[in-house]
């Protein structure tokens, strides 16, 4: 299993950047898909992006598409997101997660490894 491991967050401005870090650790195979979700308070949580290891193609919300980009250090078995123009309503807990295949998944539980989460706050 791929575990994810998140670091990066904090607390910016409205229109500042950010670049979340989510480090894949065990077993490290290649087909398998690396996402991001966020989860605001009293909010279902809810998909920002993912990458597919292999291959590198992305997908993205609609929400933060032309704002947000994945990209993925293969020697670091690390996936970077990197956040620019950061808006108050960018502001959740953002979590890593895991799913082996080929198959893209947009829903939170369709991921069975998770990281513990890191918060990111945009101040308007």
């Known amino acids: 299993q791929v575990q994810p491991v998140e670091s990066g967050g904090g607390l910016v401005q409205a229109g500042d950047s950010l670049r979340l870090s989510c480090a894949a650790s065990g077993r490290t195979i290649s087909d398998y898909y690396m996402a991001w979700f966020r989860q605001a308070p009293g909010k279902e949580r809810e998909f920002v992006g993912a990458i597919f290891w292999n291959s590198g193609n992305t997908n993205y919300a609609d929400s933060v598409k032309g704002r947000f980009t994945l990209s993925r250090d293969n020697a670091k078995n690390t996936v970077y997101l990197q956040m620019n123009n950061l808006k108050p309503e960018d502001t959740a807990v953002y979590y890593c997660?895991?799913?082996?295949?080929?198959?893209?998944?947009?829903?939170?539980?369709?991921?069975?490894?998770w990281g513990q989460g890191t918060q990111v706050t945009v101040s308007s």
């Open positions: 997660a895991s799913r082996s295949g080929m198959s893209l998944y947009t829903t939170w539980k369709y991921y069975g490894n």
